[in-house]
T-cell receptor, first 113, second 108 residues
């Protein structure tokens, strides 16, 4: 069966520090991968999605970036975090193609001080 | 661009009462999906609707897709405390857009 791993579960970072969140998927090949951010009590904001290695689409221009160095690995990064980057970051995968349900990881709660 | 609006934002019910959340799109959707997020958890896929006028049931949950494929609803009959969480719709038209969610609380 397919599983998705996301770490760390919680993270506290100072303003201006770098960020690297990692997500890996097991049990499937060539998945679509997604990064979302969820502010407290709010909806899901799609940040990036990828349909293949090295293919990244950005939804929201900001100081975050994403990379997909391997088929089942998706990384969210920042060179300098802002206070507004605080939130709950969720990675998700779906079977390649359209209309497919998304399966979410447990998320990372990021607090910027 | 495509927008998916979801109402209400919050709903507080007494256990045993019914609950409904509505999802409306500015454009015709290819499909719509529903997810549930328990407090402190991550969204979990519930169901997908594809056909115009489609109705699907999962125990006490009834999902509907409008005839024009621009709106959808999730109805829970006789809520239980285990129904607590935020329910999201996600509409697909070239890409997937999530609604803001409806947070359901249930008083025992």
């Amino acid at each position: 069966s397919q599983t998705i791993h996301q770490w760390p579960a919680t993270l506290v970072q100072p303003v201006g520090s770098p960020l690297s969140l990692e997500c890996t998927v097991e049990g499937t090949s060539n998945p679509n991968l997604y990064w979302y951010r969820q502010a407290a009590g709010r909806g899901l904001q799609l940040l990036f999605y990828s349909v293949g290695i090295g293919q990244i689409s950005s939804e929201v221009p900001q100081n975050l970036s994403a990379s997909r160095p391997q088929d089942r690995q998706f990384i969210l990064s920042s060179k300098k975090l802002l206070l507004s980057d605080s939130g709950f970051y969720l990675c998700a995968w779906s079977v390649g193609g359209s209309y497919q349900p998304q399966h979410f990881g447990d998320g990372t709660r990021l607090s910027i001080l | 661009g495509q927008q998916v609006m979801q109402i209400p934002q919050y709903q507080h019910v007494q256990e045993g009462e019914d609950f409904t959340t509505y999802c409306n799109s500015s454009t015709t959707l290819s499909n719509i999906q529903w997810y549930k997020q328990r407090p402190g958890g991550h969204p979990v896929f519930l169901i997908q609707l594809v056909k115009s006028g489609e109705v699907k049931k999962q125990k006490r949950l009834t999902f509907q897709f409008g005839e024009a494929k621009k709106n959808s609803s999730l109805h829970i009959t006789a809520t239980q405390t285990t129904d607590v969480g935020t329910y999201f719709c996600a509409g697909y038209n070239n890409d997937m857009r999530f609604g803001a969610g409806t947070r359901l609380t249930v008083k025992p």
